[in-house]
């Protein structure tokens, strides 16, 4: 995970995910070169891409403007 400059956290989300692939030894999970090459490639093709929900922005149409 060093190499990687990936967080343990984040690696533990991206893999419960299942964007990231890693292996198992001993109980201990480790990522591959190839795994990472793989989980860049998906991600500059926008796999992850995702929109991010906005609260105050639907609060305020529902109300018929803003503040």
Known sequence: MRQ???SP???????KRNWL???TIA???YITR???AEFNRRAAAGEFAG????????????EG???
């Open 4 to 6: 990687s400059g990936l």
């Open 51 to 62: 929109t991010v929900a906005n609260p105050s922005v639907h609060r305020a149409s529902k």
């Open 9 to 15: 956290a984040t690696v533990w989300r991206y893999r």
């Open 34 to 36: 190839e795994g990472i």
């Open 27 to 29: 109980g201990r999970h």
């Open 65 to 67: 403007g803003a503040k």
């Open 21 to 23: 692939a890693v292996i």
